[in-house]
């Protein structure tokens, strides 16, 4: 949430707040069923708005991050990534542009210094960068109910309705994927975000609504990686196959992109994201930053990562995002330790072990090591 920002509906009859927001409002596995058939909405306490204006918006964008944006068309969604010099992820975001503003949807917790960097980056560009704490952020699913309600009151200030389609359904333009699975679950994964004025929410007093604990259920189901939960002070792009959506490989220099091309055309990431499916039988679920082990009969067990997110899924039961060194075997038995409690886990591979390295690279014939002398005469 946004400094000094109250939670959405928290006056809303069982709503359990969390850190972030609103949890759940009393059965967090039917709203998550609500939330999957498009018929409840999420309000999205733990994300925020950065607008930015000014007649160079786009193509100073493109320029100082890893998405091709010069020509997006008003209305199309995409999403980018602001990269360190040696290519780690500092800061990501959602884009729509309306025609006049570009907005970008954040992680609530990185709005202020995606904000700040972008203010600090702008020199001579005519842009103008704002946090709007005006503004709000509803979270659905497609082609329900909630999709109809919350169209009525999208925010549109220069006519077209800050509504922003997730990208994570299929592989963008310029973008790459890792994962080698032949029914990737991000096909399925319609998640919308909806701008909406804060006085707005008086509208949907009679609207079902469902938790931040359903729309991470849903996230961490389709692979869908985040800032707030998987990105650390190491994470590359490629870690997580978010060259999929928020990497161009054929456009322009900025920030970052000698180790995106690097590890993409030569090298491998040091690091894999897999989802895990987790023994529920202790009714256990492990929070953010638990080491991964593989597993032994013994006290002692070889740390291999760690969980970054996890959620109880209202039909693959308990799962979790964890971010594994690239040695680990595929087939390797995990486990997890917390509050006691020993955990299995089996991985369902999203980012191979051997990912990356793609360039085509021919291999020069060996030059002959022995003395000019001891070589044959050439004609």
């Given amino acids: ?7 959405f509906f928290a006056d809303r009859a069982g709503a359990v707040a969390s850190d972030d927001g609103i949890a759940h409002f009393g059965d967090p596995v039917r709203e998550q069923r609500r ?31 890893s998405q091709a944006l010069r020509a997006l068309a008003p209305g199309t969604p995409t999403e980018l990534l602001v990269l360190d010099p040696n290519g780690r992820v500092e800061h990501a975001a959602g ?7 570009t907005w970008l949807i954040a992680d609530a917790g990185d709005v202020a210094g995606l904000a700040k960097w972008l203010t600090m980056m702008r020199f001579r560009s005519r842009v103008e960068v704002r946090v709007r704490d005006d503004l709000a952020v509803l979270g659905y699913t497609e082609l329900g109910t909630a999709e109809k309600t919350v169209a009525l009151i999208a925010h549109r200030p220069h006519d077209l309705p800050l509504v922003w389609g997730d990208p994570w ?4 333009i310029g ?27 008086a509208t949907l007093a009679d609207v079902e609504l469902a938790g931040l604990l359903a729309a991470e259920a849903l ?37 970052g992109q000698e180790t995106v091309a690097k590890v993409h055309n030569l090298g491998h990431p040091p690091r894999r994201l897999t989802l895990l499916h987790l023994d529920g039988s202790d009714s256990v679920l492990p929070e953010p930053g638990t080491p991964v082990l593989l597993a032994s009969s013994g006290d002692e067990a070889s740390e291999v990562g ?6 109880r899924h209202h039909e693959l039961g308990p799962i979790a995002l964890a971010v594994l060194a690239r040695r680990v075997p595929a087939d390797a038995t995990l ?23 793609t360039a085509e690279v021919p291999r020069l014939t060996r030059l002959s090591r022995r003395p000019l002398a001891q070589q044959p005469p050439t004609t």
């Fill in 95 to 101: 884009v729509l542009d309306d025609g006049v503003s």
């Fill in 219 to 255: 996230r961490i189901a389709a692979w869908r990686p985040r800032w707030g939960r998987e990105v650390d002070e190491r994470a590359i792009p490629h870690e997580y196959d978010w060259l999929r959506t928020a990497v161009h490989l054929d456009k322009g220099c900025y920030r």
């Fill in 306 to 311: 760690h969980i970054t997110s996890s959620a």
């Fill in 1 to 7: 949430m946004t400094a000094g920002a109250a939670p």
């Fill in 175 to 201: 973008g790459w994927q890792y994962a080698a699975a032949p029914a990737h679950p991000g096909a399925h994964y319609t998640w919308i975000e909806a701008i909406v004025e804060r006085q707005a929410l």
């Fill in 35 to 65: 939330l999957a058939a498009g018929e409840a909405v999420v309000p999205r306490d733990d994300r925020a708005v950065i607008e930015v204006e000014g007649p160079d918006r786009l193509t100073w964008l493109d320029s100082i991050t």
């Fill in 169 to 172: 359904r299929e592989v963008a």
């Fill in 335 to 357: 486990e997890i330790r917390t509050d006691g409690s020993r955990i299995a886990a089996a991985q369902e591979i999203i980012v191979p072990a051997d990912a990356g390295a």
